[in-house]
């Protein structure tokens, strides 16, 4: 059975999710704030955590990161902030989705399942690669050691920004959509929307400094990987 931890500082949104979780016939285990949460994943192991950004004693955000050293569990934020830096910033410290509160329990499970299946699967697009290593000037780009290298300085992102930047690098010079980056990157059963891949394309922009310039934008299509962009 998976196990979900719930971390929220107000009773009625843990009570509700708990209740829609143990439906589903999840696992449910409770936090009230980012300190006892990050405890609890010390002592014990789950298969995800929604995760409130807003809580006393350690706010969600910096509760995430605590957590992400040490175990590599899932996790969605919830959070009644939902302008793009607030996102961004989620994605930043690993999120794996970001709901924005109000939300509705349905739809939360739905992104639950969505999240469980992905992270089965998460690298798969890495690991069937063979060793191989790409060279774009001073753009190094190591898919086997999963490492990326702007002048010579090892980049630190996010696994799905490594994910898209290796599968646009593979597919350089083809045209793809946002359906389809959704399709190779998150999965089939992806429960978002084309925005998302804007938000990391932002991102791996930014982590690749002056060697963005490959990455081009399909004005109403999508993105492609253009080795000979200037």
């Given amino acids: 059975m998976r196990r979900l931890l719930i971390v929220d500082d107000e009773v009625n949104i843990r009570t509700v999710v708990r209740e829609y979780a143990e439906f589903e016939e999840y696992e449910v285990d409770e936090a009230e704030n980012g300190m006892e949460a990050v405890e609890k994943c010390r002592q014990q192991d789950y298969d995800l955590i929604i995760m409130d950004v807003m809580m006393p004693k350690l706010d969600g955000y910096s509760a995430s990161k605590e957590i992400k050293k040490h175990k590599n569990i899932p ?5 009644a902030r939902g302008e793009e830096y607030d996102k961004l910033f989620g994605f930043e410290i690993g999120a794996d989705d970001y709901v924005v509160k109000p939300f509705s329990p349905k739809e939360l499970m739905a992104r639950v399942r969505a999240v469980l299946a992905r992270s089965q699967f998460s690298g798969n697009i890495i690991r069937q690669e063979e060793h191989e290593c790409m060279i774009f000037e001073g753009l190094k780009i190591d898919l086997s050691g999963r490492e990326v290298y702007v002048n ?45 891949v804007d938000t ?28 000979d962009a200037e």
Wanted: proline share 1%; glycine share 8%.
């Fill in 75 to 79: 996790i969605i934020m919830l959070s």
């Fill in 152 to 196: 010579g300085v090892k980049a630190s992102m996010t696994p799905k920004e490594y994910d898209l930047l290796f599968y646009l690098a593979r597919n350089r010079g083809l045209a793809l959509t946002r359906d389809k980056l959704l399709e190779a990157v998150w999965g089939y059963d992806f429960f978002g929307d084309d925005r998302t």
């Fill in 200 to 227: 990391h394309i932002k991102m791996l922009r930014n982590s690749l400094g002056e060697y963005r310039k490959f990455i081009v934008t399909l004005r109403g299509m999508g993105y492609k990987f253009d080795a």
